[in-house]
Each structure stands twice: as C-alpha cells, then as structure tokens.
C-alpha cells in the first residue's frame, strides 16, 4: 500500500527520519539548477518556482510564486541602504534568493550569506562562488541588514528559540516567509515523503500556532489560504493550512516577551 505524503506524527521530533541531508535532494537541485537560472533571467515574469514534481517543467507563471518573489522583492528593497544589502539566507539551499535578488535588485551590492545543510551548502560553493554558504551556525555571530526564513523555519525543533536567534542577528530586518500556521489548534508536527519532488527520503516539520509566536513589532503580514495553496512544493502541504508571511523589525533587544 502507498503511504502518503503526509502524516501527522504526535510523538513529534522523537520519529527517527533521513532529513534533507541526503544525496537525492542534492541531486534534484542540482539537475534543476539551470532551468532555474534560464527562468529568472528570461523574458516572463518572476513566478518561479525550483522545486517542482519529477518531470515537469520549472514553473515561470505561477501567480502565487509570482507574489512570494514580488514580496521578497519589497523586502531586500527596503532593506537595502547606501547601495549595498547584506543577507542571511537561513536554509537558503544553494542560493536561489540570491539569483531572484540580483534579478530584482541589480545595482545593489549584495553580500549574499546561506545557511544550510553540508550537501547544499557545497553545492552553493559550487554554483554561486561569489556567494558565502554555511553549515553550521557560526553565521550567527554577526548581524545583516536582512535575515530571510523562507519555507525553512518550520524545520527547526524549537522554533521560537530558532527565531530568536535569528532576531539576534537581524540589523533590523527579519523577514519569515511559507511558514505553515494554524489558529485553531496548538503547534504540531508532520511528516512528509517528497517522492514525488525526487526526494527519496523522509523529514519532520511543524504547523505553527501563531499565537504560540509572540515577537516585537510585525511590520506587514500576509498569508495564503486554501484557496491559493495549490502553489504547494515539497516544503509545504495543500489545502489544510494558511502559509503566512511577515516582515518583523527588531526594535528592542528582548524579541520575545
């Protein structure tokens, strides 16, 4: 019998799983990488989107990727100061904001940072040289104009600790983006099987509470609901959940309360 894609795990991040630390979603990146580049630097519009099922085209049309970029765009735009804009990309894989951010912003100087996981993060060295690609936390021992969370927060165990970290090294942006929430109910943990992104694995990821994450001052918020969630990857599940948006500024220096 064919289990699904997603599962509910109450014993939480107690399951045992492979993660996203494996040689076939390293693989898939790297095997989509070009027709990644192609898409942002043609002549259609910005909906883009790199994770897509095994044998389909890069999406280039999507309305609702089409704003995630858009949005993101806004965000490194305001950001930036003196022509210049320094990013923590966390989980930022090898590099995708940062081709979307030279696209969008291309006569501002970028000091491009990702943090991600050894495999990723070697394929970034690889692919984007100029670029600076972590992984292990020491990216967090100084501070950027801009830290992004985009699709990544979730994969954190402690996340309110997670965020708070990155706060600490947001000078002031932070800007937490496709993080799956809930209103109804308290923070739990799924699981997904990517099969058919070409990831042969399995990895664990919470539906946040929005109440459970209280922080300083949310500057603008947005979010998705189940009727635009169709635009589902490999991170994020269809139909279920509201995948919201904000852009928070670290305006004091305790970020929680």
Do not use: K
């Amino acid at each position: 019998m064919t289990r699904p894609e997603w599962e509910h795990v109450p014993e939480g991040w107690a399951r045992r799983v492979d993660g996203w630390d494996v040689p076939e979603v390293e693989a898939a990146y790297r095997r989509r990488w070009p027709e990644f580049l192609a898409a942002v630097r043609g002549t259609g519009t910005l909906g883009v989107a790199h994770e897509v099922p095994e044998g389909r085209p890069v999406i280039t049309h999507d309305p609702g990727w089409h704003n995630v970029v858009m949005t993101f765009g806004y965000v490194a735009a305001r950001a930036a100061h003196g022509g210049t804009l320094s990013i923590l990309d966390w989980g930022g894989g090898p590099g995708h904001y940062f081709v979307l951010a030279r696209a969008l912003l291309p006569d501002v100087v970028q000091d491009y940072h990702s943090r991600d996981l050894p495999r990723l993060a070697a394929l970034g060295r690889e692919l984007l040289p100029e670029a600076t690609f972590h992984d292990d936390d020491r990216c967090l021992d100084r501070t950027y104009d801009l830290v992004v969370a985009s699709d990544s927060l979730q994969y954190s165990p402690d996340v309110a600790a997670m965020l708070a970290r990155l706060a600490s090294a947001s000078a002031p942006w932070l800007y937490v983006a496709q993080l799956p929430t809930v209103h109804a109910s308290p923070s739990f943990v799924v699981l997904q099987r990517p099969t058919a992104y070409g990831y042969n694995t399995e990895y664990l990821g919470w539906v946040v509470n929005r109440g459970e994450l209280p922080c300083s001052r949310i500057v603008s918020s947005s979010s998705n609901d189940e009727r635009t969630c169709s635009r589902a990857s490999a991170r994020a599940p269809v139909g279920l959940l509201a995948v919201r948006a904000c852009l928070i500024a670290r305006c004091c220096s305790a970020f929680f309360t």
